[in-house]
């Protein structure tokens, strides 16, 4: 069984930082791709930011220069750093990572549960 536990959401007034920070455990021999997603009441789940197993990155346009995905692979840990937070930000946050469970020859994709961002004076 492989969990993945979020922490580091919550209410922050704009132009705030939050860091989210999202840890598998369980029965892991490797994680391929790390990323999170979001989605905003009435819109499309979007990717936010994602890290490969070799550390490059990606980030859609609205978030680039502002926030920082990262990975702790002796944690088995991905992490995002956002700083300059606009209410426009302001989403359900999901991790997701692609990860091989110990004992499989296959990779799998695996979703946290969601963790709230509001960014609100």
């Known amino acids: 069984q492989v969990q993945l536990v979020e922490s580091g959401g919550g209410l922050v007034q704009p132009g705030g930082s939050l860091r989210l920070s999202c840890a598998a455990s369980?029965?892991?021999?490797?994680?391929?791709?790390m990323g999170w997603y979001r989605q905003a009441p009435g819109k499309q789940r979007e990717l936010v930011a994602s890290?490969?197993?070799?550390?490059?990155?990606n980030y859609v346009d609205s978030v680039k220069g502002r926030f920082t995905i990262s990975r702790d692979n002796a944690k088995n840990t991905v992490y995002l750093q956002m700083n300059s937070l606009k209410p426009e930000d302001t989403a359900l946050y999901y991790c997701?990572?692609?990860?091989?469970?110990?004992?499989?020859?296959?990779?799998?994709?695996?979703w946290g549960q969601g963790i709230q961002v509001t960014v609100s004076s």
């Open positions: 997701h990572l692609v990860l091989r469970p110990g004992g499989s020859y296959l990779e799998y994709p695996y």
């Open positions: 369980g029965s892991i021999f490797s994680i391929n791709a």
């Open positions: 890290i490969t197993s070799g550390s490059s990155t």
